[in-house]
Nanobody, 129 residues
Framework: QVQLVESGGELVQAGGSLRLACAAS????????MGWFRQAPGKEREFVAG?????????????DYADSVKGRFTISRDNAKNTVYLQMNSLKPEDTGLYYC?????????????????WGQGTQVTVSS
């Protein structure tokens, strides 16, 4: 049974930083794409960042970011720890929301929610002005 467990969300002031983590268990992690989504109160869940799975011996990854976070957020993965991270810098109040980790069953996934099969329960990020 695949499980994704997020951590790291908390209350932070605007301009601050947070690092979210998503620990995966229950399957081989390194080969598959992972993503981060978020949902603000009263809004639909939206794509934040995505990272591809490894392509073999040479560990090169494709990454993608929503325009609203590009240059401020960085997605990364540590396959030895079965964990994907989201480093969030220069946080803004509009970054507030419930952040979800998502796992795909393909090596490269896009920005649409239906491309991801597994979901965590979310971790709350609140940015005060």
């Amino acid at each position: 049974q695949v499980q994704l467990v997020e951590s790291g969300g908390e209350l932070v002031q605007a301009g601050g930083s947070l690092r979210l983590a998503c620990a995966a268990s229950g399957r081989t992690f390194s080969s598959y794409a992972m993503g981060w989504f978020r949902q603000a109160p009263g809004k639909e869940r939206e794509f934040v960042a995505g990272i591809s799975g490894s392509s073999g011996v040479i560990y090169t990854y494709y990454v993608d970011y929503a325009d609203s976070v590009k240059g401020r957020f960085t997605i990364s993965r540590d396959n030895a720890k079965n964990t994907v991270y989201l480093q969030m810098n220069s946080l803004k109040p509009e970054d507030t929301g419930l952040y979800y980790c998502a796992g795909a069953v393909v090596r490269v996934a896009g920005r649409r929610q239906h491309e991801y099969t597994y979901w965590g329960q979310g971790t709350q990020v609140t940015v005060s002005s």
